[in-house]
């Protein structure tokens, strides 16, 4: 492979003046200076804006009675890449499959958002939060009537015939 | 009614003393918050709002790190020279705060038991002082530099020690225009020649401004003349080695010497306390403090007023605070100079222009004297009308981009020697 070299459209220096570039520079600066938008957000008091495809904390959507839309198919944990659910499926008198236990550690979990992808009826979601500081590692277990109670926006999921989400 | 009189006996102690405490005080106050009106005003130009967390605004961000650097962990180098890695953060730290003794900050204050000087020392030899002061705190660099045991911090010294000795040279020099001008080397009477003109020597010495300016920047350290940091190149220079109380003594001075390089510039060039009109003017001659003479010589009385001296404390506060803006704002503008481009602008470039300079103020004033002038707003105009002629040349010369020549310019030098053609045009 040949050794390429880029050659810099640097100005003649017979043109140069520093005296005049820094003032220019210094024109730009103080425009800068008194320009009252910022680019830092103040995040604890400003929430952040997270785009509709962020992945975060999951959620677990729940009929109008209250029962967890959950099917206990079982295909949420053979995809899931970190192996972060767990899930022992039951089945009540009507023969509807339940979840008995649905569990998620989110330490495990790399947010992969397969879990939502596979869903048939759409019940496990990903979602738009992050805010999920706790002071003990067993409180990253999030448990099936906790999943059930975020109330966080769920995440879009991408749509390859609409890339960039329109 | 209050005597005209100068304040004398214990009185005088007690004023003195409250004074010292005062200044003082005010002084590093001010340097504190120099270092937060530094973060905050970087972090503007670069579009951040800066530390705004450590009570309202972030005006309590100084005592925080105050504090931080009290608790810090002091380190010391095994192969330090301990006795002077010690001694060096004094040796930077006293001088810089020292310097300020001489500076006269506001007009006279009347006082029932008389009048109180608006300044600590208004010792005969004024600027002389300044220079001496100014020019021990390289001491405390090198010795950094050295006493830390380190290359870097070694070659951070040795930088400093080169560059604080060539500005130094062109500093003296552009001082000498305003020593002609004031005939006296006293603070007091450099602020009393430019009401006495009617207009500040900033427009009848413009040039030696100019010189005054970039070789104050030179003289504190700050960039583009920053060599003996350049952290990009030597870490953090002489005080690598340093940390906690140790390191923000370094941090103090330097912002110190701001502080006192801007109060210098706004005392030589911008009148110091004076404020436009001849309402505030005032002076010790032979015992009486005089606001100017009549067209016959005869003496006015200054009236000083207590209004007085805090309207011009109020100017002259504004004037230092505007060059300790021109500090930051052109250290978040400007690149750091390669150290051959420091040296060349400082032998080949300063030392020049001040010294003809020097000649041609000499020169103009001996005529204007011959011609019979008397010292007055004629006496400046025509100063400023040679001064600006001067201004212009130098500018223009400056403007031929032969003092600091970029990268580009080097390496078509080289080019040229070696005989490989360069491509006319730019391309991938």
């Not at chain 2, 009106?37 to 009570?55: C, F, K």
């Not at chain 2, 006296?184 to 003109?197: A, G």
């Not at chain 2, 080289?414 to 045009?425: C, D, L, M």
């Amino acid at each position: 492979m040949a050794i390429s070299v880029k050659v810099m459209n640097r100005p003649d220096p017979e043109d140069t003046s520093y005296l005049r570039a820094a003032l220019s520079g210094m024109a730009l600066t103080f425009r800068h200076l008194v320009n009252p938008s910022k680019v830092t957000q103040q995040y604890p008091e400003e929430p952040t804006d997270l785009s509709p495809r962020w992945r975060g904390t999951h959620r677990m959507e729940v009929h109008a009675d209250g029962r967890p839309k959950c099917v206990a198919c079982g295909l949420c944990p053979t995809v899931c890449p970190a192996n972060c659910i767990r899930l022992v499926g039951g089945e009540d008198d009507q023969g509807n499959r339940y979840p008995i236990v649905y569990e998620i550690d989110e330490f495990r979990c790399i947010f992969c958002g397969m879990c939502q992808e596979v869903c048939p009826v759409e019940a496990i979601h990903v979602g738009q939060h992050f805010e999920n500081a706790e002071y003990t590692r067993s409180r990253f277990v999030y448990d099936l009537d906790r999943l059930m109670e975020q109330d966080h926006p769920t995440t879009l999921l991408w749509d390859p015939s609409d890339p960039s989400s329109e | 009614m209050e005597s005209l009189q100068p304040i004398s006996g214990p009185w005088a102690l007690i004023a003195m003393s409250l004074k010292v405490t005062i200044i003082f005080g005010v002084l590093v106050l001010v340097v504190a918050y120099s270092t937060l009106a530094e973060r905050r005003v970087s972090a503007w130009i670069q579009d951040r709002r800066g530390p705004n967390r450590v009570g309202p605004f972030g005006l309590l961000q100084p005592v925080a790190d105050g504090i931080k650097n009290l608790l810090k962990e002091e380190t010391l180098p095994a192969t330090a020279s301990k006795a002077f890695f010690v001694l060096a953060p004094m040796f930077v730290l006293v001088p810089s705060l020292m310097t300020f003794a001489v500076i006269p900050i506001a007009a006279p204050l009347p006082t029932p038991a008389g009048i109180v000087d608006m300044i600590i020392a208004d010792v005969p030899i004024g600027i002389l002082y300044v220079l001496a002061f100014s020019s021990l705190a390289v001491y405390g660099v090198v010795l950094g530099g050295w006493a830390s045991n380190n290359k870097y911090a070694f070659l951070g010294g040795l930088r400093a020690s080169a560059q604080m000795v060539s500005y130094e040279v062109a500093l003296g020099l552009s001082l000498i225009t305003v020593l002609m001008m004031s005939g006296n080397v006293t603070l007091t009477e450099v602020v009393w020649q430019q009401q006495q003109l009617g207009m500040w020597f900033a427009f009848p010495l413009s040039l030696a401004f100019i010189l005054f300016v970039i070789s104050a920047f030179a003289e504190t350290n700050r960039l583009p003349f920053d060599m003996p940091e350049a952290e990009s190149e030597l870490v953090t220079g002489y005080h690598t080695e340093y940390s906690a109380m140790k390191f923000s003594a370094f941090m103090i001075s330097e912002f110190g010497h701001m502080v006192t390089a801007s109060a210098l510039m706004a005392t030589l060039f911008l009148g110091g306390w004076d404020l436009p009109g001849t309402w505030d003017d005032a002076f010790w001659h032979e015992g009486q403090l005089i606001r100017g003479f009549t067209q016959d010589g005869v003496i006015v009385l200054a009236n000083p007023a207590w209004w007085k001296t805090v309207l011009t404390f109020g100017g002259f506060a504004i004037k230092t605070s505007f060059f300790m803006l021109l500090y930051i704002w052109i250290r978040w503008t400007l690149p750091r100079f390669r150290y051959d481009q420091v040296m060349a602008l400082g032998w080949k470039v300063m030392l020049p222009t001040a010294l003809a300079y020097a000649m041609l103020i000499g020169g103009t004033i001996l005529v204007l004297d011959e011609v019979g002038i008397r010292w007055g707003f004629s006496y400046g105009l025509a100063l400023t009308a040679v001064s600006g002629v001067a201004t212009a040349g130098f500018v223009f010369f400056l403007d031929r981009g032969r003092t600091i020549i970029g990268a580009a310019g080097q390496s078509r030098q080289k080019v040229s020697i070696t005989g490989i053609s360069q491509p006319a045009t730019a391309g991938d």
